[in-house]
């Protein structure tokens, strides 16, 4: 297996293993809680380095593993003490995690590798030259073996709980009178997310585990209504990310896990502009479409009350709308257009009249009005 | 080591100073953070800053702080907008929002700064200092920077003391009578990225969180009153500082970011624990003294209009 295609496929099982749970992640507002997880993990490591007597994969694992489920546990325990908001509970413990780890690794590990920045952006540049060995046969990249385990373990999680976990995530206190217990599920969650963490952030790094984890969640989120479908979606963005990431990085010669990061940046960008129904520009136009239906129930209401009047004549003319109304020419055509294609108004010269279903329409709005 | 050479040894005067000015200025800014429960914007803020760095440099060439710290800020800045639009105009929370522009702006400084070290250019060594701070190698003038920004934005805070008070505490109130709670939420936020610059050379961007949040708690827990509040979260950010720089200077191989961090979390678990009213250990002392004396007084007051 060429290194390159190692780097690309573990980029992309990182991507479904974060993915996937960060769709919870973000419908639980819990998305900052995966970033506080993903630097507390460090004393962990360090004290899994500390009992293994060196690096071991197991030691290093449920030590990072164990510090990711105190994280959250601390800041829970913080959170009930009623004197600390939850988002400053995590302001307080997770640096606390990371200034301990960092204090350890400078001052007893100086000389190894362990060094804080390979937990800030990893090396996923390396991961094709870690093998993994069965006697004499090469069973490949380790970080292949380990990711491919936790996407299987985050998918079978999902699956199993996948009920649970829905209600859980909408409706906590209904989950709760079924006899499903939220704390169960919150905590059961977050030891996935603990251990997707430590197993991603050996190849990509804290950030890129966080950014993986949020930002194409965030993204589907943007696209869908439907959980299924979001679920679906971030692993999809991530997966892309993940190898355009990687073309990216090729070409700058840079960090492969910023590149990714950023081409996730660039996903959600893309989506917060043109997504049919969240996006900005549809949002907009909606915005104006609403503005023009709403003058024009204004034109209609205005013209039915002067029907029949002797100022009618004066009151009807497109001039007058203009001076009254206080619509600019280019506002007042486009409101006419509207109400001329439905049919609700006629023009006569200057003269502006009701039809039978402008005159319903505009009674209508009335009423609705008086609710 | 001991107080006295903090006075006299040049470089411990440095650090120890410039580590005070960032507890100052962040622990008081921090309050406002704390209070309106944005307390990860700053951490989500001086990850944002790093992208700034990167092109601050790629721009100019030049790695005068003031430039670097320029580009920082002007980073951060739009990471406060971009979180802002987010969350007004979707669905997605604050704190999804937070995650994102932390994650994305922090992964294009990263691209960026392994780009940069890799053209083969002598002269970028030292930007990734930025990332877990070195304290050790502040020298006159960056304190004197640090002081002067953190001055201005402190000065800031002063002219619109009241108008902050307010939106901390009822922002429906502010705006009814007038004020833009938007506008000002973001000249808040604003005066938070001028503290986060100035702690990304002292503590790094990781650590920058816990300068905000901390002192303010700690100093939650002491009093009710906000200018109290204010004056105390500063004191107890710059002893820490103080006595992270004291703690790490002496020995080898004891970066001086995370001590000032963990003397922070001693001084917030000791003012959670023991603050006279607010102290977690006199509530429970409290209550279980309440639960011995119930049953009296369940007896003591008999239920009415039976």
């Known amino acids: ?371 | 080591m001991n107080l006295f050479d903090l006075f006299s040894d040049y470089t411990l005067r440095n650090v120890a100073l410039g580590a005070m000015v960032l507890g100052i200025v962040s622990g008081i800014l921090g309050c406002f953070a704390v209070l309106r429960r944005q307390g990860l914007l700053g951490d989500a803020l001086s990850h944002a800053a790093l992208p700034g760095i990167a092109i601050a440099y790629l721009l100019t060439g030049s790695k005068a702080p003031i430039v670097l710290l320029l580009g920082a800020g002007i980073a951060g800045w739009v990471g406060t907008l971009t979180i802002n639009r987010i969350v007004r105009d979707t669905r997605i929370s604050e704190d999804s929002a937070l995650g994102i522009v932390l994650s994305v702006f922090f992964g294009v400084g990263i691209l960026l700064l392994t780009y940069i070290a890799k053209r083969n250019d002598a002269n970028q060594a030292g930007l990734d200092r930025f990332l877990f701070g070195q304290a050790a190698t502040l020298v006159a003038t960056d304190v004197l920077t640090m002081s002067i920004l953190g001055g201005l934005a402190l000065g800031c805070l002063v002219l619109l003391y009241k108008e902050f008070k307010l939106l901390a505490f009822d922002p429906a109130f502010a705006a009814s009578l007038g004020f833009a709670p938007n506008r000002l939420g973001i000249l808040l936020t604003s005066l938070i990225v001028v503290a986060i610059v100035i702690g990304l050379q002292t503590v790094g961007v990781v650590l920058m969180a816990a300068m905000l949040v901390g002192p303010a708690v700690a100093a939650r827990q002491w009093t009710h009153r906000l200018s109290v509040m204010l004056l105390l979260s500063g004191v107890f950010g710059a002893a820490a500082g103080i006595a992270g720089t004291m703690l790490s200077l002496g020995q080898q191989h004891v970066p001086t970011g995370p001590m000032i961090i963990l003397s922070l979390t001693t001084i917030v678990t000791i003012s959670l624990l023991f603050a006279p009213a607010r102290g977690l250990v006199w509530a429970k002392l409290r209550q279980s003294h309440a639960l011995d004396q119930e049953p009296r007084n369940r007896e003591a007051q008999p239920v009415k209009g039976e």
């Open chain 1, 1 to 371: 297996m060429s290194s390159t295609f190692a780097i690309i496929l573990t980029g992309i099982l990182v991507a479904a293993a974060c993915a996937s749970l960060g769709c919870f992640l973000i419908l639980r507002r819990m998305a900052m809680l995966a970033d506080a997880i993903s630097h507390a993990i460090l004393p962990g490591l360090v004290a899994g380095y500390f009992i293994a007597q060196g690096p071991s994969l197991l030691a290093g694992f449920f030590g990072a593993a164990l510090a990711g489920l105190i994280t959250v546990g601390l800041v829970e325990l913080l959170k009930n003490t009623q004197r600390v908001g939850g988002e400053s509970a995590i302001g307080i413990v997770f640096p606390a995690m990371f200034a301990l780890g960092t204090f350890l690794v400078s001052k007893y590990y100086a000389d190894v590798h362990l060094d804080a920045d390979a937990v800030l952006y990893g090396n996923i540049e390396f991961v094709g030259f870690d093998h993994w060995y069965l006697g004499e046969t090469d069973l490949g990249p380790q970080s292949l073996w380990i990711m491919g385990g936790l996407c299987l373990i985050n998918f079978i999680f999902i699956t199993l709980f996948y009920k649970e976990l829905k209600l859980a995530t909408f409706d906590a206190g209904l989950a709760a009178t079924l006899g499903f217990s939220p704390i169960l599920i919150h905590y059961g969650l977050m030891a996935v997310v603990s251990i997707t963490t430590v197993g991603a952030f050996t190849a990509v790094g804290a950030i890129l585990v966080v950014a993986l984890m949020i930002v194409p969640a965030a993204t589907a989120y943007l696209l869908t209504d439907r959980l299924p479908w979001m679920i679906g979606l971030a692993i999809g963005a991530g997966a892309i990310a993940a190898v355009l990431g990687f073309g990216l990085a090729f070409m700058l010669n840079g960090s492969v896990a910023g590149a990714i990061a950023t081409i996730t940046g660039v996903e959600f960008g893309l989506a917060l502009l043109f997504s049919p129904k969240q996006g900005l520009v549809a949002r907009a136009q909606r915005l104006a479409r609403q503005r023009i239906q709403f003058a024009a129930d204004t034109l209609l209401v205005h013209l039915l009350q002067h029907e029949g009047s002797p100022e009618a004549a004066n009151e009807s003319t497109i001039s007058h709308l203009q001076s009254e109304l206080q619509w600019n020419n280019k506002f007042a055509q486009r409101v006419l257009d509207l109400a001329q294609r439905r049919s609700l108004v006629r023009c006569q010269g200057q003269q502006l009249e009701l039809t039978t279903s402008g005159r319903e329409r505009s009674q209508q709005v009335l009423q609705l009005g008086r609710g």
